[in-house]
């Protein structure tokens, strides 16, 4: 039987799937930052080889070339095309609009191939669905891509272009500073400016929330202390120049709610520039991918639209289709490639 596995490569996370005869088997992410060196990619990569097993084929997409660890795109595409073509031997990559390519062609295509994970999801969705809106809510971002006639109808490709389109939100459920959420908040009936430190994320809100997935949060915290409630109400407290002790747990959720919705609202906003384009029909159906698929369901609600997840549209094993939406460029690119 004829395997294939996508691999993902990210600037945290190194997503992989498998995919045996077009039926999804195995979906996993591993944790590895790029922002001190590959090493920890690599450790990843021996990792996720002995959890996905041995393939025919593999096929390479990356946002992980945007890391400060390489002075351009073009350097961060050269160098994780060879590290994964050294750790998984032969692989294809590949470049979106440009299809797939080899390895020795993959520098002098880096425009195409650097971040063009969200194509591939893109690409899958629109061979299932003539008109649709794709959304992946990621850990680090939310892309927004309307599916027209049976193709990827984005307004964008590049990361500059699909900002300025809405198509791309930076944005996510666990990675995202809340001090990128908004300006100010109400606390205790009255608004107040953020601190723009770090001192808090939006896994700390979700946390809070109760709408954090399980075994998602792959990163240490903003200050390295533990991922608990306690711990993420100290940190966001911090956020509005207080401490957790300063009031009580209900006011802290109430200031993580208003986060969340924040962040809903960027994100609503964000689908309603793309909708405005009007290339889709008036209530297309959402179709939501990542670990933010609560957050999706929501804005399809107040949008009026249908509303699937991304792994119905596919063949996978029941005790994979939620690992297949948390690494849906992964899983596209292994079904795209059987």
Known sequence: MAAVIGWDIGGVHLKAARAQDGRITKAAQFASPLRGGTGRLVE????????????????????????????????????LVKLA?????????????????RPEDATEHSTDIASANWH????????????ALFIDLGSTTTDIVPIMHGKVAASGYTDAQRLAAGELV?????????????????VNGAWTG????????????????????????????ADGREKTKDA?????????????????EETWRLLAQWFAEAQLRAIADAVALVRSRGVLPAEPPIIA???????????????????????????IRQEARAAACHCAPAVALALLSS
């Open 44 to 79: 990843a990569f021996a990792e996720a080889r002995a959890a996905m097993g041995r393939a025919d084929r593999n096929v390479i997409t990356m946002t992980g070339e945007l890391a400060d660890t390489f002075a351009s795109r073009r350097e961060g595409v050269s160098c």
């Open 194 to 221: 953020l601190i723009n430190e770090n001192f808090a994320t939006m896994a700390d809100v979700h946390r809070i929330l109760g709408t954090l997935p399980a075994d998602i949060d792959l990163m240490p915290t």
């Open 170 to 186: 930076y944005t996510g459920l666990v990675r995202g500073f809340v001090m990128a959420a908004a300006d100010r908040a109400p």
């Open 232 to 248: 993420s109400r100290g940190r966001l407290a911090r956020m509005v120049g207080g401490d957790a002790g300063d009031a009580d």
């Open 120 to 131: 591939a999801c893109a690409a899958l969705v629109a061979s299932k669905c003539a008109d």
């Open 289 to 315: 991918a990542g670990i933010g698929l609560a957050a999706v369901a929501e804005i399809a609600r107040r949008s009026g639209c249908a509303y699937a997840t991304f792994d119905s549209l596919l063949d």
């Open 85 to 101: 073509a050294r750790e998984l031997g032969e692989i294809s990559v590949y470049a979106g609009r440009a299809g797939y390519l």
